[in-house]
């Protein structure tokens, strides 16, 4: 069996910022109740003319020039994302084209918040099974085109962004055993609406825009992710005490808080990308990931757990070592 382990990063986001005030002008909500119920200061949108693609290639050129590290040679693109520019062509098969990896499979990941930890866990098996050497993994979103702006309940939270990782071939394990899993039944709780007007009999808002029921997320995040933090540190024979950072999905930073309370782990060793970035989907880990290792606080070295979860309803997470 082949080692994996990430060795570059890199992230993208776009120009627009924008603050709680803002949505104090289109719904009835206040910046103390965004920042009280959701630690959300600031996301970022992007404009009319720019799509996902476009920040997966901004993301991926960016890792390219922090690690000076080439693309040439990438066997195998991973895109995790739930707001395409459209459904087909994949957004690995636009990366794929723009950036010349000519040598390069290229495949859409659709497992919403949780794509990103999925698609290193997926990248940690191809590379085992010895069918790829050098795979790019991006998370990106523009989520902003697919939100309710009307939707007082929702359309606070959701940004635009993206992040990408290279996971390698490496002599020595860096990426550890890994869990995946979901909790289908929740389907209507979070979803876009695409063709089919409902889901197990439950009729959905066929409005194309993010649809959730925020309450009965946040529960289940909660709970899952408290659970399965437990499941992964005993995979890998380890406990909590022996994890350097945990980064969970930032889907609410009140989410992360009560993770921590719940299993005891200690707050100020997550990374979170909630605060300034708001939640941007599967791009909010290795945006998370990427802030933390740019301030200096992950150092080479240190124990990663990655936790991704949301729509589908979806989870997956791996204990990476940077
Ligand atoms: O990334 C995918 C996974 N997604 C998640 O994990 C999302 C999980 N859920 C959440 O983050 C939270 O449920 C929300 C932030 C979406 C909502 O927070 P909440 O504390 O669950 O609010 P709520 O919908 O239960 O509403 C509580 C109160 C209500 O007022 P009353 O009935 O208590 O008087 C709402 O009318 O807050 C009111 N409210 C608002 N007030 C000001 C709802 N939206 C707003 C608003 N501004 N924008």
């Not at 990896?101 to 999925?118: K, P, Q, R, V």
């Not at 933090?229 to 999905?249: A, R, Y």
């Amino acid at each position: 069996m082949t080692n994996a382990r990430l060795t570059a990063i890199g992230m993208a986001i776009p120009e627009s910022k924008i603050d709680n005030h803002y949505f104090e002008n289109i719904i009835e909500t206040t910046d103390e109740w965004i920042m009280s119920r959701t630690g959300i200061r600031t996301r970022y949108h992007t404009g009319p003319d720019e799509f996902t693609s476009d920040l997966c290639v901004k993301a991926s050129q960016d890792l390219s020039a922090k690690y000076n590290t080439s693309l040439d040679d990438v066997d195998m693109i991973l895109v995790a994302t739930t707001s395409p520019d459209q459904p087909m062509p994949s957004m690995a098969c636009r990366v794929q084209y723009r950036l010349n990896m000519t040598n390069a499979g290229a495949l859409d990941i659709y497992a919403a918040c949780a794509g990103f930890s999925y698609g290193v866990v997926m990248a940690r098996g191809l590379i085992a099974g010895g069918m790829h050497r050098k795979i790019l993994v991006i998370g990106a979103e523009t989520l902003s085109k697919v939100t309710d702006f009307t939707d007082r309940s929702s359309c606070f939270l959701f940004g635009d962004g993206a992040g990408a990782v290279l996971v390698e071939a490496s002599p020595t394990p860096h990426i550890g055993a890994c869990i995946t899993g979901a909790s289908g039944e929740g389907g209507a709780d979070l979803y876009i609406s695409g063709f089919a007007p409902s889901i197990d009999g439950q009729e959905l808002k066929m409005n194309r825009c993010i649809v959730q029921n925020g309450r009965k997320v946040f529960k289940w995040a909660v709970t899952k992710m408290a659970e399965q933090m437990k499941v992964l540190v005993e995979k890998n024979s380890l406990t909590l005490d022996q994890i350097d950072w945990f980064v969970p999905h930032s889907a609410n930073l009140r989410i992360i808080e009560a993770i921590c309370n719940e299993t005891g782990f200690p707050l100020e060793k997550t990374l979170e990308s909630i605060v300034d970035f708001g939640n941007t989907s599967s791009a909010s880990i290795p945006i998370a990931l990427y802030n933390g290792i740019q301030s200096g606080k992950v150092k080479r070295g240190d124990r990663i757990m990655l936790l991704g979860f949301g729509g589908g309803l979806a989870y997956a997470g791996t204990i990476v070592e940077w």
